[in-house]
């Protein structure tokens, strides 16, 4: 069925020049959740913390969300 939604917050903190520490005192949460929204090992993102990591990292959610359809992958 369709696709999925992956994170690319690595890329974005790479871009950004921002580590892991940094990031994760900005938007308020600890570095263990933070490090599994950046290794796209989440199934859901509340809104607010969407928004403080833009703000953090000066960008918008389509810098950071991507759609991947699976078809593309070699998926049925």
């Known amino acids: 069925m369709g696709g999925s939604i992956v994170l690319r917050l690595d890329r974005m903190m790479v871009e ?3 580590s892991l520490n940094w990031l994760a005192e900005r938007v308020g949460i ?3 959740n933070l490090s ?4 796209n ?3 859901a993102i509340r809104f607010s913390t969407l928004a403080a990591i833009c703000e953090a990292l000066d960008c ?3 810098d950071i969300l991507e759609y991947e359809d699976d078809a593309e992958d070699g998926g049925v």
């Open 41 to 43: 090992r989440v199934s």
């Open 60 to 62: 918008q959610p389509g």
């Open 30 to 32: 600890t570095n263990v």
């Open 16 to 18: 950004r020049g921002r």
């Open 36 to 39: 599994k929204i950046k290794n």
